[in-house]
């Protein structure tokens, strides 16, 4: 008797079912999935809830074949190795067999399952090999194959200076040295201005430490061999490519990896629109001329799913998902307000209008409006093109690779961490039992990695979306937060400008407008020197009114997300892991759910802070 894995993927709607073979019984199976006995003609009915992943089945050995039973009504549209896809037969279902021209020989990888109405995605059954526990479908060694499938690869990545791509370039530069070519997309006004850009934002970053010590004096020429700056703007037609390079990357190309994206919560409309949107758009119509392209991978954000509530699922974006959506009308309309005025449109039209429209549609601002559209687009024209979309939450410094707390700039929550440290925030609005939704940039790189090995060069054009959150795997609650940070900052405090420790209280939490409109009054008169009448000079109540309405607007920028009931559900990212090999799940970790915030935000992320975003400078009361 030989065991052998049928592992099944994109299970939606929640239930479909599949005969296994006469002789086949199924040993085990993951999930909600229990071991069924036999029923009518010695068959196995298994019936398939969409959290299964994994079942076992036995059955007597047999020469060069295992054939399995789909349901009624299901049909085999693809297959690997020596199967190839079989008519119905009897009873209405079909039947994968030798005389059927579909024997499943040992070389066979995969057998894609369709469902009625053309839905051709919904079942993919993987892996018909051997069973020696829970291993990948893949290769030998049980793993995705991750550094073998970056060894000699050509990448394009667009946003290459920022934080989180950067991040993504260091790893792959650093696990894979043998890695091809990685073209960096770079807007400047040629080639020289471009490749100073390369130097200075990323080969003399101090993210790239590791490297410079592993290549020493050959560094700078190792990095020069690996990347290609190229001159271009992800909002013209393709991507603002000269001619040249366009036909170059065109025909060497094997993975696009677009990181460009405005990231303003409250941006104008037409520029978050432009890339965004639009960038997407541009990408995609590039990509359809890259004749060796294996995967294209579009990096989002987990709150492009606007403001819903519960338990949020990895599902992708489609046109006409959302009731009067049009995406080529928001992007006409952004243009047209901005040419309407002639040029003398204020930017803050423009910035209310992008609100207005991303409200209208049920998400919480500009930057995640725009990024959801992008998807959109994506999907629609994707065509027969893998795809992976990689949906992070909030990201924040390194947690341990390179090397701990590395971060670049502020990030989403690091003003609220920084003015509390310096004394400048004492409060905050926020629902103190919500949940905060953080992930540090090397979790999210890693996932990234792993999802490219796992779908580039996939045998089927695909849809792959993996949250990279920790709300529903591992939450930190906001009141949590705040006495992380209290309990940091009271043994190891920030100094003021005269070198006294500045000693913060608590951080309160106000779920009320009002009451945190009135703390910061109090605070701001209490730091400025003013009495509770505010009779004191103009000059101090000046400032005292500026900091009050920074803190006001940082407030209401927030508040969508302060107060966001959604939880990102990462089941597909969980996933993704059990395919990795020890080894792999050693250089490649990103399992959220094992991340101590008590470490990683007191010992971790406010000290990289405080490190590379501070600097060491002291706090200005």
Known sequence: ???????????????????????????????????????????????????????????????????????????????????????????????????????????????VLGQPKGKSDEIGVKGLGPYGGLVDDMHEDGGIGIVKFLRGKVFFITGSTGFLAKVLIEKMLRTTPDVGKIYVLIKAKDEEAAAERLKKDIINAELFKCLRQIHGKYYKSFMMSKLIPVVGNVCEPDVGLHVDFAHLIAHEVDVIINSAANTTFD???????????????????????????????????AYVNGQRQGKIMERPFCKGDTEALDVETEIKLAHDTQRAFQGNVTAQTMKDLGLQRAKRFGWQDTYVFTKAMGEMVIDQLRGDMPVAIIRPSIIESTFKDPFPGWIEGNRMMDPI????????????????????????????????????????????????????????????VFNRLAALLHQHYSSSPCLDA?????????????????????HLWRDAARRCGLTADRKKSKKLEAMCRKTVEQLKYLAHIYHPYAFFNGRFDNSNAQGLMEFMNEEEKREFWFDVASIDWTDYISNVHIPGLRTHVMKGKRGIN
Not at 47 to 58: F, I, S
Not at 276 to 298: D, E, I, V
Request: proline residues 6%; glycine residues 6%; aromatic residues 6%.
């Open 1 to 111: 008797m030989e065991t052998f894995t049928l592992k099944l993927f994109s299970l939606v709607p929640p239930r479909h079912s599949f005969w296994a073979s006469r002789t086949t019984h199924v040993v085990s199976c993951s999930a909600a999935l229990k071991p069924s006995i036999s029923t009518n003609r010695a068959s196995v009915v298994v019936r398939v809830m969409d959290v299964a992943e994994t079942v076992v089945l036995a059955q007597p050995r047999c020469k060069n074949r295992r054939s399995f039973r789909t349901s009624r009504s299901t049909r085999v549209v693809a297959c690997s190795g020596a199967l190839k896809p079989s008519s119905s037969t009897e009873r209405a279902s079909v039947v994968v067999r030798a005389e059927h021209g579909g024997a499943v020989m040992e070389a066979a990888e995969s057998v």
């Open 267 to 301: 941006e104008r409309y037409d520029v978050a629109i432009d890339i965004n949107t639009k960038g997407p758009s541009n990408l995609m119509g590039f990509a359809k001329k890259c004749s060796k392209l294996k995967l294209f991978l579009q990096v989002s954000t």
């Open 417 to 476: 961490v920084l003015y509390y440290g310096k004394g400048q925030l004492t409060g905050f609005l926020v629902d103190p039992d919500g949940v905060i939704d953080v992930v540090p940039a090397d979790v999210v790189v890693n996932a990234t990695l792993a999802a490219m090995a796992r779908h580039g060069g996939a045998p089927r054009p695909s849809m792959n979306i993996y949250h990279v959150a920790s709300s529903v795997a591992n939450p930190l």
């Open 498 to 518: 005269d070198g006294t420790p500045i000693r913060v209280p608590s951080m309160k939490l106000f779920n009320s407008v009002d009451e945190f409109s009135d």
